[in-house]
């Protein structure tokens, strides 16, 4: 891949172990864990209506180097925006991944 074709900065959050909030209960922190370059290949979205409200889905794939240890439980902030990630594909042999990821609720990261 051209590294020129990277061009949107990504950070690829991980709960933080151990971050407990009131009673003992997981406090929900979100800690950076990697910083990566990546490319937005595609980007698409629906709408629904369900029990008399719209509901919309925003789904947006962005291809980053090979990134060991990465999980389907991470998120991805990219352009103030927060996206969770719904599938992981590899492309050739560890080099290429693709993030399937749709835009968070809450959009605006917590922490």
């Known amino acids: 891949m051209n590294p020129g074709t990277l061009d949107t900065k990504i950070q690829i959050q991980r709960k933080a172990s151990g ?7 997981d406090g929900g922190e979100w800690a950076i864990w990697k910083t990566r370059m990546a490319k937005r290949v595609q980007k698409s979205g629906s ?6 409200r719209e509901i919309g889905r925003s789904v ?31 492309i050739g042999r560890r080099s290429l991944q693709d993030l399937s990821c749709v835009l968070h609720a809450n959009t605006r990261p917590e922490s």
């Open 60 to 90: 947006v794939v962005f291809r980053i180097r090979h990134t060991a240890g990465l999980a389907l439980t991470d998120r991805v902030l990219a352009s103030a925006l927060v996206y969770d990630i719904v599938d992981i594909l590899p």
């Open 19 to 25: 971050a407990r909030g009131r009673f003992g209960v």
């Open 47 to 52: 709408e629904s209506t369900d029990s008399g």
